[in-house]
């Protein structure tokens, strides 16, 4: 079992920035791929972005390309979603999820989740 828990979330101005983190425990994080997720009101959970156990492998989203960076510290058990350039858009609760297989991550089924947390831009 994995346990992950987000912290970071907030209001923010649009232009402002936010970091996430994704605290993991139980078994150790460096085996998994790391995703994160959003989900607006009203609309369906949206892939944002992953990061390879290694750190070295990543992928976004189209609309998060450039704005946002994912990284991890495996010694720390922590990944971190830093979010720059924040549009009113990028309003949703942002989850981190965790599982061996990159697809599944991308897909959006991985096997562990977070409770996620909740990030505002004001306009």
Request: aromatic share 10%.
């Amino acid at each position: 079992q994995v346990q992950l828990v987000e912290s970071g979330g907030g209001l923010v101005q649009a232009g402002g920035s936010l970091r996430l983190s994704c605290a993991a425990s139980g078994r150790p994080f460096s085996n998994y791929v790391m995703g994160w997720f959003r989900q607006a009101p009203g609309k369906e959970r949206e892939f944002v972005g992953r990061i390879s156990w290694s750190g070295v492998n990543r992928s976004y989203a189209d609309s998060v390309k450039g704005r946002f960076t994912i990284s991890r510290d495996n010694a720390k058990n922590t990944g971190y979603l830093q979010m720059n350039s924040l549009k009113s858009e990028d309003t949703a609760v942002y989850y981190c999820a965790a599982d061996r297989i990159v697809s599944k991550v991308e897909a959006g089924s991985s096997e562990y989740w977070g409770q996620g947390t909740q990030v505002t831009v004001s306009s």
